[in-house]
């Protein structure tokens, strides 16, 4: 894996779980944004299968305490989107460029 350098390299903050309940798990993790973007380089393709999906764990953008629930958020300092399902033929760097200018990762 290629390690990942950026110029302007910041601290994210990230909680990781083992489950979807989020009753274990590394809890709140504050890595580089170039380690977060290295570790994401292998992508862990598992099929539709929920419970393979999770055997890789989950994250949630911030700081969670306690489980996971909007309730328990602290605060986020990153935007996750999920875009398993997108519809054939979208683009989705034309769809997002406009909104963030080039200050996003894909």
């Known amino acids: 894996m290629k390690k990942i350098e950026l110029e302007h390299d910041i601290k994210i ?10 009753n274990s798990g590394k809890g709140h993790i504050e890595p580089l944004l170039s380690e ?3 570790a ?3 992508p862990k ?7 393979n ?3 890789n764990g989950l994250i949630t953008s911030g700081k969670v305490t306690g489980q996971r629930s909007n309730d328990n958020v602290k605060h ?5 989107y999920d875009v398993d399902d ?11 460029e406009p909104l963030y200018k080039g200050s996003f990762a894909i």
């Open 13 to 22: 903050s990230l909680t990781h779980y083992n489950d979807k309940h989020g």
């Open 36 to 38: 977060f973007y290295s």
């Open 40 to 42: 994401l380089q292998t």
């Open 45 to 51: 393709v598992v099929g539709d299968n929920e419970e």
């Open 53 to 55: 999906k999770l055997k």
């Open 76 to 80: 986020k300092n990153i935007l996750v």
């Open 86 to 96: 997108l519809p054939p033929g979208m683009d989705l760097f034309d769809e997002i």
